[in-house]
């Protein structure tokens, strides 16, 4: 059984029974973002999840213990942090007392579960890859997700991924898929992929009550919301940029968990630097999205 150590605001918090927001810390490592931009994007992303009134809970794994909120201190070593961990590492991490763990969707899923926390913003989630079919490679996010009852508020599915392929994968698993005041399934850097979403809503209430109306008790809940409009980088740029990156990684032979840090730097590269502001304004407006929610779900 996980049994995270609360920093004292969530304890608080979540004691009075006030929104709290569950965070993930690869994005804010530099797996995720370069240096300065992951602690600005940690300082963004905290300061819109406050400006609601809600608390802020990054998590990770430190000192062999996984934690739900962080210190100043203990933050700085999150920013420092190269090993993932995922919602299968956990255990292991425990085990091996493994000094910095920085966690990803699934594993952070997992933890705000497991700490009562029923939402959590991330930039992007994983999903099925592109060549699944031979690879086999399916992103443990979407099995985490579709037994932790959660609502992930995300900026879709990361734009390299074979995005027919993960709505597929989560009609199967019984997710509600819904789109925040968009018809489109968006895909990160842009907009819209071209993929209707199964679900719009339009209002907070709306999202909490599919939550607490879904089917299976252990579902959780897939709220995606298109990157900000003046932040989106074209389809017609992006496209050939990631094809790009997909073919790097393919011949430098990466696979598994290290294609997504590999393929995010590439298209870093690629773009001289664009795609980085737009994942800092993408990560800062899903979690503003979750922390309106999480007011609206302790009401």
């Known amino acids: ?173 019984g997710v509600p898929v819904l789109g925040w005041q968009h018809d489109w399934f968006p895909a990160f850097y842009t907009r819209s992929s071209g993929l209707p979403i199964p679900h719009r809503v339009d209002d907070e209430r709306v999202v909490c009550d599919v939550l607490r109306f879904r089917a299976r008790s252990a579902t959780g809940v897939l709220l995606t919301v298109p990157i900000p409009v003046d932040d989106e980088i074209p389809a017609s740029r992006i496209d050939a940029v990631l094809t790009a990156a997909l073919e790097a990684s393919a011949r430098a032979g990466v696979a598994g968990p290290a294609v997504t840090p590999y393929v995010l730097a590439r298209i870093e590269q690629e773009t001289d630097g664009e795609s980085v502001p737009a994942n800092l304004a993408l990560a800062r407006n899903n979690a503003d999205l979750a922390a309106r929610i999480a007011v609206a779900l302790a009401v």
């Open 1 to 173: 059984m996980i049994e995270p150590i609360l920093s004292d605001d969530v304890a608080q918090a979540l004691e009075r029974g006030r929104a709290v927001v569950a965070l993930e810390s690869t994005i804010f490592s530099n797996l995720g973002l370069p240096a300065p931009a992951n602690a600005e994007a940690l300082g963004l992303c905290k300061q819109a999840v406050l400006d609601h009134g809600a608390t802020p809970a990054v998590t990770a794994i430190l000192d062999g213990r996984p934690h739900v909120g962080l210190s100043p201190d203990e933050e700085k070593r999150v920013l420092q942090g190269t090993r993932k961990v995922a919602e299968r590492d956990l255990a292991v991490a425990q085990a091996q007392g493994w000094d910095v763990g920085v966690t990803t969707v699934s594993a952070t899923v997992a933890l705000a579960h497991a700490a009562g926390i029923s939402v959590f913003a991330t930039g992007g989630i994983g999903g099925v890859h592109r060549g699944s079919e031979v690879s086999g490679d399916v992103s443990a996010d979407l099995d985490a997700i579709a037994n932790h009852p959660v609502i992930i508020v995300c900026a879709g599915a990361k734009a390299f991924l074979d995005l027919p392929r993960t709505l597929e994968y989560l009609e199967t698993a």
